[in-house]
């Protein structure tokens, strides 16, 4: 029998991305790890995801870190998968898999983690009113008494410190730093962090377009870059255009179909993965000529982790001359020397 002070599901506290941190005093900063959000029930063992969908079934190896918790307790995460002492977001995504024997082959070859950085009720005491600094006080008391796969997000208040974080800690998988209010409660289903994030831009060549939906116009242009052996490599999308950019450029890019891909390997007409819950992911290429300049947050191995922003077109660069080392490869600490264990 549970003894939680309040039932699952619930919904996670969020936060808003700015370009900036806020500046103290009053603020309290954490690395960001590239992960599933996740919420550890201890007794009948849980673990819920932002979207109050269950995880433990994905990733059994937790349970031993969930029965580490006292009983009524509930703490605020997320799973990772560490290899090559860095997140693997690639990694972690194939962890979701439809077959109970696919999921325990996995669990063996590529373990997950569960790294802390909120603490909702210890004991059966809700703490989702108290500020804040209290919780992570009473989350490090906690962490004493816990063990691997356990890890706990280190915090500061110093803002100096939080920007060293924000350019070390990206090389063993950091994604930014979270912001958080010292005095605020645990506010349920709201935007009251805040995420600073990094923020680089490169230029590509436009490879393929996706059509809307509702037809007529671009869904999101197919960006590619050069590797070193001249082929062109498929590394994200953009998508953010008003209706009217989304006519116009379609009518520009029909004039540019091509029935070779040139090497650019976006996935094939009409396929699907796992992730896309249905949606045609159909493509039409087009000649390699159109060069755009964009700006994204965070590379996931050799693409862009989220969709890039468009800032400007480049007609005055050659296609030829957007390869891949233009990509920035962090370098720093890996996770192990960062997280607590």
Same mark, same amino acid.
């Given at each position: 029998?549970?003894?939680?002070? $309040?039932?699952? =599901? @619930?919904?996670?506290?969020?936060?808003?991305? !700015?370009?900036? =941190? =806020?500046? =103290?005093?009053?603020?309290?900063?954490?690395?960001?790890?590239?992960? /599933?959000?996740?919420?550890?029930?201890?007794?009948?063992?849980?673990?819920?995801?932002?979207?109050? !969908?269950? #995880?433990?079934?994905?990733?059994?190896?937790?349970?031993?870190?969930? !029965?580490?918790?006292?009983?009524?307790?509930?703490? +605020?995460?997320?799973?990772?998968?560490?290899?090559?002492?860095?997140?693997?977001?690639?990694?972690?995504? #194939?962890? @979701?898999?439809?077959?109970?024997?696919?999921?325990?082959?996995?669990?063996?070859?590529?373990?997950?983690? #569960?790294?802390? /950085?909120?603490?909702?009720?210890?004991?059966?005491?809700?703490?989702?009113?108290?500020? $804040?600094?209290?919780?992570?006080?009473?989350?490090?008391?906690? /962490?004493?008494?816990?063990?691997?796969?356990?890890?706990?997000?280190?915090?500061? *208040?110093?803002?100096?410190?939080?920007?060293?974080?924000?350019?070390?800690?990206?090389?063993?998988?950091?994604?930014?730093?979270?912001?958080?209010?010292?005095?605020?409660?645990? %506010?349920?289903?709201?935007?009251?962090?805040?995420?600073?994030?990094?923020?680089?831009?490169?230029?590509? %060549?436009?490879?393929?377009?996706?059509?809307?939906?509702?037809?007529?116009?671009?869904?999101?242009?197919?960006?590619?870059?050069?590797?070193?052996?001249? +082929?062109?490599?498929?590394?994200?999308?953009?998508?953010?255009?008003? +209706?009217?950019?989304?006519?116009?450029?379609?009518?520009?890019?029909?004039?540019?179909?091509?029935?070779?891909? /040139?090497?650019?390997?976006?996935?094939?007409?009409?396929?699907?993965? &796992?992730?896309?819950?249905?949606?045609?992911?159909?493509?039409?290429?087009?000649?390699?000529?159109?060069?755009?300049?964009?700006?994204? *947050?965070?590379?996931?191995?050799? &693409?862009?982790?989220?969709?890039? &922003?468009?800032?400007?077109?480049?007609? +005055? !660069?050659?296609?030829?001359?957007?390869?891949?080392?233009?990509?920035?490869?962090?370098?720093?600490?890996?996770?192990?020397?960062?997280?607590?264990?």
């Amino acid at each position: 029998m549970s003894t939680w002070p $309040f039932a699952p =599901p @619930i919904s996670t506290m969020e936060a808003r991305v !700015k370009d900036k =941190p =806020p500046e =103290p005093p009053g603020w309290r900063y954490e690395p960001k790890w590239d992960g /599933f959000r996740a919420v550890s029930w201890s007794d009948d063992l849980r673990l819920d995801s932002r979207n109050q !969908k269950p #995880l433990l079934r994905y990733f059994p190896e937790l349970e031993a870190a969930l !029965k580490q918790l006292p009983t009524g307790t509930v703490v +605020d995460g997320e799973v990772v998968v560490v290899l090559d002492d860095r997140t693997s977001f690639d990694s972690l995504q #194939l962890r @979701i898999h439809p077959a109970e024997s696919r999921i325990n082959l996995l669990a063996g070859e590529i373990p997950a983690s #569960l790294v802390a /950085f909120d603490l909702l009720a210890l004991k059966g005491k809700d703490l989702r009113q108290e500020p $804040f600094s209290k919780r992570r006080t009473q989350l490090e008391k906690l /962490f004493v008494s816990l063990s691997d796969p356990w890890h706990l997000t280190p915090s500061t *208040d110093d803002l100096e410190v939080a920007r060293g974080w924000f350019d070390d800690f990206e090389a063993a998988g950091c994604d930014g730093i979270v912001c958080k209010s010292a005095d605020s409660p645990y %506010v349920e289903g709201k935007r009251e962090m805040i995420k600073w994030k990094h923020r680089r831009s490169v230029d590509c %060549v436009v490879g393929g377009y996706r059509e809307h939906k509702d037809g007529g116009k671009i869904g999101s242009l197919l960006l590619g870059l050069y590797n070193e052996d001249g +082929d062109l490599h498929f590394i994200g999308h953009c998508s953010g255009f008003s +209706d009217h950019d989304r006519v116009e450029l379609l009518k520009q890019f029909e004039q540019l179909r091509s029935d070779e891909s /040139f090497g650019f390997e976006a996935r094939m007409p009409g396929g699907e993965s &796992r992730w896309s819950a249905g949606k045609d992911l159909a493509w039409t290429p087009v000649q390699p000529g159109v060069v755009v300049q964009i700006s994204y *947050d965070q590379l996931t191995e050799n &693409r862009f982790r989220h969709a890039t &922003r468009l800032e400007r077109w480049r007609p +005055d !660069k050659n296609a030829e001359e957007c390869t891949m080392d233009q990509l920035e490869r962090p370098h720093g600490p890996g996770f192990k020397d960062v997280v607590v264990a």
